[in-house]
């Protein structure tokens, strides 16, 4: 933890991001990216903050570096820099375009109180490193290093700027730390000079391939990438060709013998003689318990689902993969957008199985998802502000993010209410609802919903378990996540697997004549979601070095925040699969 300015400073600065959202809505570029000669290149002071805890970030001159003698600012923030925590500050190192510099003084020689030297010691020994942006191209550094044998630690003071342009336009940005200062305690401080120096080197490179230094293409696009995307694609003809099977094999006979049991009179056919899933024909269309929470659920799970391929397809085609705040940025307003989605399928599934309150549905809906954020990031908040870290979100971010709920979410998630309401809100079953609930008779232990929801999941995460590893490696480590095309189709494959799942497990529940199948249907591969947690606690313990009640905080509750999107967004998936198939079945055989 470092000491700072605390959380009210970031407040006032804060408070633009309400006015420039209009502007600043999914990419807010202050740079044209091409310069005169001599022209002044910003370094932008990100962030400093240890290198096994990714999340845990200050506020750069947190760190007692001295300021350089250009005007020191802040950047305006887009809203997905400040969620994302970015303090971008002019470091007030001069660099012109395509001028070399010699070693030069970033400011005058100053003296490192004993409290400088001990807060530099401190970062040094939990391996902290600082991060610049300079043209939009992020470069890191280590604040210090540190003798594993002895525990002394030094000081880098010197920062040596490499850049390569073409024409007028820079290509790549890098900084290497040199000539260590060793600190020791000292009770008079000691006086540091902090350097730089800058070459410039011209180059053939494009502007368009400048990122690709950044882009580990052996890690993520290894042969056991392609060959889990292969194993998940044999997995999808397995399952549907399975289902495939059912339909004609089982289905058919079964449709066979009831339509032969329809045609003889009631001499020769009781209709309490029938069995499996016809049985419960009067019972299978009650609507599930706490129908307005269920409806809540399945509408947020098509929100989410919708929101997760359109952001996608906005980092695919906008390329944006090595830009974390504007993909924050773009997802919070293509969930605000998609809420008529959640309002159309909230409000049609509480209105079919006769619900009234088509109000406090949509309340419901509309507040559930933001609610469960708000909970999860409030506790990080807290923590965050305690630490001093830049991670604490600012007051003026949320407000912006309660302007977008207010003005954006709740009423586009009542008109799509309104219109769920009045368009598909009217009962179609194929039959009617007896006024007596059945008993559900007595079944062997592998058909009860739950053993079948625990079970449910496993295909589902079998065939995202590699992804799940590339995402927690770019998202808790240093890498950059850039083959959306591979996530795109694994969002597709997992869909598929879904349908499939929860389409033979609603067959094999109700053909036991159990008619709870709606919660059954949305549970069992939103079950996937707890294998996903269960793994994000060995990728803890075994693939990270993270430490300390921030990054522990940060870590359980955002992966608990993704591990209920993947919940909703396969059980509203399996449940829609399972609706339409039950309907299907119903629809296809003769009734009384």
Not at 153 to 173: M, P, R, W
Not at 320 to 344: D, L, P, Q, V
Not at 556 to 582: D, E, P, Q, R, Y
């Amino acid at each position: 933890m470092l000491a700072g300015k605390g959380w009210s400073g970031k407040v006032a600065k804060s408070l633009a991001l309400v006015a420039t959202l209009a502007v600043a809505i999914v990419h807010a570029d202050e740079h044209s990216h091409k310069y005169e000669d001599s022209e002044a290149v910003v370094v932008w002071a990100n962030s400093v903050g240890p290198l096994s805890n990714r999340q845990e970030t200050y506020e750069y001159f947190q760190l007692p570096y001295c300021k350089g003698e250009g005007q020191v600012e802040h950047r305006h923030e887009t809203l997905g820099e400040a969620l994302l925590g970015m303090e971008l500050v002019n470091s007030g190192i001069s660099i012109r375009f395509g001028k070399s510099q010699d070693t030069t003084s970033i400011c005058p020689r100053r003296l490192l109180t004993a409290q400088d030297v001990t807060t530099f010691q401190y970062a040094i020994s939990h391996d902290y490193w600082f991060q610049y942006f300079i043209d939009d191209l992020p470069a890191w550094g280590m604040v210090g290093k540190k003798d594993k044998e002895t525990d002394n630690v030094s000081l880098f003071t010197h920062q040596n700027f490499e850049f390569e342009y073409n024409g007028d336009q820079i290509i790549s940005a890098k900084v290497t730390p040199e000539n260590p200062v060793l600190l020791t305690n000292t009770q008079g401080g000691v006086y540091i000079d902090f350097t730089y120096s800058v070459q410039w080197k011209a180059t053939t490179k494009e502007f368009k391939s400048r990122f690709e230094r950044y882009l580990d293409s052996d890690f993520f696009e290894n042969k056991i990438h392609w060959f889990s995307i292969f194993n998940s694609l044999m997995m999808v003809l397995f399952l549907t060709g399975f289902v495939s099977a059912m339909w004609i094999r089982y289905l058919r006979r079964d449709f066979a013998r009831y339509d032969k049991e329809a045609g003889l009179t009631d001499f020769d056919h009781d209709l309490g003689d029938d069995y499996g899933w016809k049985q419960i024909h009067g019972d299978v269309f009650r609507p599930p318990a706490s129908p307005m929470t269920f409806a809540a659920f399945v509408g947020t799970g098509h929100q989410l689902a919708w929101t997760s391929f359109f952001v996608i397809l906005y980092t695919i085609f906008g390329q944006e993969w090595t830009e974390r705040a504007s993909i924050m940025t773009a997802t919070i307003f293509i969930y605000a957008f998609t809420s008529m989605i959640s309002g159309y399928s909230s409000a049609s599934q509480y209105s079919q199985y006769g619900g009234k309150e088509w109000v406090r549905c949509m309340f419901l809906t509309a507040g559930f998802w933001p609610a469960a954020v708000v909970i999860v990031t409030s506790l990080n908040n807290t923590i965050a502000i305690y630490y001093t870290s830049s991670r604490a979100i600012p007051f003026g971010t949320m407000m912006a993010l309660l302007v977008i709920w207010m003005f954006i979410v709740l009423p586009l998630t009542l008109v799509g209410s309104i219109l769920g309401k009045n368009w598909a809100g009217k009962a179609d079953f194929p039959c009617r609802v007896h006024a007596i609930p059945r008993q559900i008779p007595e079944k062997i232990w592998y058909a009860e919903p739950i053993v079948v929801i625990a079970l449910g999941g496993i295909l589902p995460f079998a065939s995202i378990f590699i992804e799940i590893y590339f995402l927690f490696t770019s998202f808790w480590s240093y890498k950059v996540y850039y083959v959306y095309g591979f996530g795109l189709l694994v969002f597709g494959i997992v869909m598929l697997v879904t349908a499939s799942v929860t389409v033979v497990s609603t067959y094999f529940v109700i053909n036991t004549e159990d008619y709870r199948w709606h919660w059954m249907s949305l549970a069992t591969c939103g079950s996937t979601a707890v294998y996903v947690y269960i793994y994000s606690v060995y990728y803890y313990m075994q693939k990270t070095k993270m430490y300390g009640l921030f990054q522990t905080s940060f870590y359980f509750g955002n992966t608990a925040l993704a591990c209920m999107a993947i919940f909703l967004i396969l059980g509203s998936v399996g449940h829609f699969a399972a609706n339409k198939f039950v309907m299907r079945i119903y629809r296809n055989v003769k009734l009384d």
